[in-house]
T-cell receptor, first 112, second 117 residues
């Protein structure tokens, strides 16, 4: 059974700070990793994906992947109240975006 | 990005009735569509994968006779919850994908909240 683990939170950070969200996965053969943001009552929206070890930056977001440790993280710089949402980590065993296994998500609260 | 719509957005029905949910890709052809279910404070659970013109592939534990999926065209997939019961109350979300490459993301619909009384 493939598992994707996330701390449910809430993770509370002040406005302007860096939020660090973590995710571990059980299937060592996983090849593609995705971060989604989900506002309450809404469907997920893709923030970014990563499939190579190291860092990938996109604006205020940086995804970090360490396949040896089976660990992927998302850093949000200059956190804004509008970033308050649940962040879902998703993993796939092949090199596509199909058949994703989602974590339960981490709820982020950015306080004023 | 690509747009995926779902209809209805919210439905309340009596126990024992059937409910059909439509998922449409509005500006692209979706070779593959996915149906997820999300219970409160839980993650998205993949129910089934459907490819246009072929039978859906259901995940373990999902009853194919209860959750009927039809992917009749490259822009439309439907999920019918047959003989719905209160335990089927959930947030149902579809997603669509145009291809199998890693940079072809799943585009999610807005979801359908089903409440079975």
């Amino acid at each position: 059974q493939k598992e994707v683990e996330q701390n449910s939170g809430p993770l509370s950070v002040p406005e302007g700070a860096i939020a660090s969200l973590n995710c571990t996965y059980s299937d060592r053969g996983s090849q593609s990793f995705f971060w989604y943001r989900q506002y309450s009552g809404k469907s997920p929206e893709l923030i970014m994906f990563i499939y190579s070890n190291g860092d990938k930056e996109d604006g205020r977001f940086t995804a970090q992947l360490n396949k040896a440790s089976q660990y992927v993280s998302l850093l949000i710089r200059d956190s804004q109240p509008s970033d308050s949402a649940t962040y879902l980590c998703a993993v796939n065993e092949d090199g596509t975006a199909s058949k994703l296994t989602f974590g339960t998500g981490t709820r982020l609260q950015v306080t004023l | 990005g690509a747009v995926v719509s779902q209809h209805p957005s919210r439905v309340i029905c009596k126990s024992g009735t059937s409910v059909k949910i439509e998922c449409r890709s509005l500006d692209f052809q979706a070779t593959t569509m996915f149906w997820y279910r999300q219970f409160p404070k839980q993650s998205l659970m993949l129910m089934a994968t459907s490819n246009e013109g072929s039978k859906a592939t259901y995940e373990q534990g999902v009853e194919k006779d209860k959750f009927l999926i039809n992917h009749a065209s490259l822009t439309l997939s439907t999920l019918t919850v047959t003989s719905a019961h209160p335990e089927d109350s959930s947030f149902y979300i579809c997603s669509a994908m145009a291809g199998g490459r890693i940079d072809n993301e799943q585009f999610f619909g807005p979801g359908t909240r089903l409440t079975v009384l």
